[in-house]
């Protein structure tokens, strides 16, 4: 059967080599009406690299920026779309490739089945559909979702760069309510998530409602790491619609930024599951290799998007605002390797489409890229390396030292005193101070740390109930404890 192609929102990851960050030659890539360009900055021009006819899907370029990765249409349906004039109403079979930035080289990595059939008289369909690859954060490893024409389920598979070998990890349920179609995937230091759209679970009592859909993020971990499903709340007028993987910018820790259809965001920590506030409700888009000094796209609850400069101590901005509306940061903007510039696709608010040319920003200034002749739109913009961050602070002091903001839990009287990274102990007193499984006193306990027992601060601060919860280390052991009740500290900072 063929299956409706749905052309789903991709958050890639962006990045390039140290070569090209320190001597600035890193080409801007396009993607134009399916096929790939690069546009060199320093000469202006911009050439073809990929000639497919338009049947490249978005690309995704390694973290070591050598390499862009990309899902294309097979051969066997290209030869069908000949033979019968046009294909409607389903998913084509897809091939996964690989194209060197440098030598512009393509390689094959997935194909079809030697006996790969669509739509030939007489013959029973047999072709393979693949969705958006996701590189591994070290570049050494791609993932995808694929399934036959036949498939109830498709498969997760791990592609080994340097052996050219690849094996299926696991398989997942196509999302319900729709026709077939891969999954999203995003690779962070956590595991590998799957987006998917998967029957909804009441969070209350856990049943299941097969007849309600909600949008699902699946981490598939590390060694060693627990399982993790998140299923963020929605209504029917606010509702997420994307994510992206974030660092924190105080300790690294990596989570899961949920986007919604009308601006805001919910985080995830990806190792307790657990939902927290992002801080002043807003991301960061930065260069991955320069990120102290890059220039910052600060995205928030509202727009206009703003663009600062992380070395300004009042975080003024230092130009825009863009006035648009983005609804895929991800696919119209990318960072330059050095974090001085950017790329961004442009448009008409009362004509959002085609995208007729791309502009790089650049010490406030523009420089446009315009389609080449014949050509119809710009579908995404690929430059450097970008990360997504979480700032908790929200100033500078006068000595340069990041301020964090307060932090405020309805119904606790106490303002937190313990950081993240430092130590504490139980005070005297009151007793030993219980380890929860999870920020709530319904959690269950893990164990307990006596009084002037001394532990580590893992994470926090989360509120609960009026209640202020770090998550601690204790004799190796990792868990949740209170700071307090009322006005009664039960735990306080030690050096």
């Given at each position: 059967m063929i299956r409706l192609i749905a052309f789903l929102?991709?958050?890639?990851?962006?990045?390039?080599?140290?070569a090209f960050a320190q001597g600035g030659n890193a080409p801007v890539i396009l993607d134009i009406d399916g096929d790939y360009f690069a546009y060199d900055v320093a000469s202006g021009q911009l050439n073809a690299i990929t000639n497919s006819d338009g049947n490249n899907r978005l690309p995704v370029l390694s973290p070591d920026g050598r390499t862009l990765a990309f899902a294309t249409v097979a051969?066997?349906?290209?030869?069908?779309?000949?033979?019968?004039?046009?294909?409607?109403?389903?998913?084509?079979?897809?091939?996964?490739?690989l194209l060197d930035v440098a030598s512009r080289q393509e390689t094959v990595i997935a194909v079809q089945p030697e006996?790969?059939?669509?739509?030939?008289?007489?013959?029973?369909?047999?072709?393979?559909?693949?969705?958006?690859?996701?590189?591994?954060?070290?570049?050494?490893?791609?993932?995808w979702a694929e399934y036959d024409e036949k498939g109830e389920e498709q498969a997760l598979v791990i592609y080994d760069i340097t052996s050219g070998t690849s094996e299926s990890s696991t398989t997942v349920p196509f999302p319900i309510f729709?026709?077939?179609?891969?999954?999203?995937?995003?690779?962070g230091r956590s595991g590998l998530i799957v987006e998917n759209i998967l029957p909804y679970v009441n969070p209350d009592n856990f049943n299941v409602n097969e007849n309600i859909g909600a949008t699902s993020y699946s981490l598939y971990p590390l060694k060693g790491q627990d399982f993790q499903i998140f299923q963020p709340p929605f209504t029917d007028a606010e509702f997420p619609f994307g994510a992206a993987l974030a660092l924190r910018t105080s300790d690294g820790q990596e989570f899961l930024v949920v986007a919604y259809n009308k601006g805001a965001w919910?985080?995830?920590?990806?190792?307790?599951?657990?939902?927290?506030?992002?801080p002043g409700n807003e991301i960061q888009m930065v260069s991955s290799l320069s990120p102290d000094i890059s220039q910052r796209l600060w995205v928030g609850a509202s727009m206009p998007i703003n663009i600062y400069n992380v070395t300004s101590s009042e975080r003024e901005p230092v130009g825009g605002p863009l006035d648009?509306?983005?609804?895929?940061?991800?696919?119209?903007?990318?960072?330059?390797?050095?974090?001085?510039?950017?790329?961004?696709?442009?448009?008409?608010a009362d004509d959002p489409a085609p995208v007729t040319f791309a502009a790089i920003w650049r010490n406030a200034g523009l420089t446009l890229i315009h389609l080449p002749q014949g050509k119809h739109s710009i579908?995404?913009?690929?430059?450097?390396p970008h990360q997504w961050q979480i700032d908790e602070a929200v100033g500078i002091d006068s000595e340069g030292v990041p301020t964090p903001?307060?932090?405020?839990?309805?119904?606790?009287?106490?303002?937190?005193?313990?950081?993240?990274?430092?130590?504490?102990?139980?005070?005297?007193g009151g007793g030993s101070n219980r380890m929860r499984a999870a920020p709530s006193t319904d959690g269950v306990q893990v164990g307990t740390i006596p009084e002037l027992g001394v532990f580590d601060v893992h994470d926090g601060p989360f509120c609960a109930s009026g209640i202020i919860w770090w998550q601690v280390i204790y004799n190796g052991d990792i868990g949740w404890t209170a700071e307090g009740v009322n006005a009664d500290y039960f735990v306080e900072p030690v050096n």
């Open positions: 929102s991709v958050f890639l990851m962006l990045s390039t080599t140290i051969p066997v349906a290209i030869e069908a779309m000949q033979r019968v004039g046009g294909i409607a109403g389903g998913e084509l079979p897809t091939d996964i490739h006996d790969a059939a669509l739509m030939s008289e007489g013959v029973e369909n047999k072709y393979i559909v693949r969705g958006t690859p996701a590189w591994s954060p070290d570049s050494s490893q791609l993932a729709s026709v077939p179609n891969p999954v999203r995937l995003m690779w919910k985080l995830y920590n990806l190792s307790t599951g657990e939902e927290q506030p992002v648009e509306t983005y609804n895929d940061l991800e696919q119209f903007f990318a960072m330059s390797p050095d974090g001085s510039a950017f790329v961004y696709m442009d448009y008409y579908l995404s913009v690929l430059w450097g903001p307060a932090f405020d839990c309805p119904g606790s009287q106490l303002p937190p005193r313990l950081t993240v990274g430092g130590r504490g102990q139980v005070t005297a």
